[in-house]
């Protein structure tokens, strides 16, 4: 059991790194007022919806513990995450505020996963 929850762990990972990836990618373009939400990044953001509940399904129907505050938090800022970059993904430009929040709230994620004990 443990070995698949690590492989659902590592798909985790790689949802975060198109997200914040296409972020990341994107910044130069943010400054000049010209980001706008690539298919990495709602991809990427599906991807750690549905393994993150895989993982917690996994986790529970082996008896181990889970830390469901952190989990509900998680959760929440990746439903924002989520429905910006579903609502925005056909706009050609987005503001930079906006745009910034997307990678902000994926950032604080990844703090909150790593940081929450």
């Known amino acids: 059991m443990e070995t698949l929850i690590n492989i659902f762990v590592g798909l985790h990972i790689l949802g ?3 997200l914040l990836g296409g972020f990341l990618v994107q ?11 690539v ?3 709602l991809h990427g953001a599906l991807l750690m919806l549905v393994t993150g509940m895989v993982m917690i399904g996994l986790r529970q129907w082996d008896d181990m513990t889970v830390n469901h505050p952190k989990i509900a938090l998680k959760l929440a800022l990746l439903v924002v995450i989520l429905g910006l970059v ?4 056909d ?12 990678g902000a709230l994926t950032t604080a994620n990844v703090f909150i996963a790593v940081l929450w004990t």
Request: glycine content about 10%.
């Open 39 to 41: 298919p990495a990044m």
């Open 27 to 37: 910044m130069k373009a943010m400054g000049a007022g010209e980001a706008r939400v």
């Open 16 to 18: 975060i790194a198109a």
């Open 86 to 89: 579903y609502v925005k993904r």
């Open 91 to 102: 706009e050609e430009r987005l503001p930079a505020p906006l745009f910034g929040a997307i």
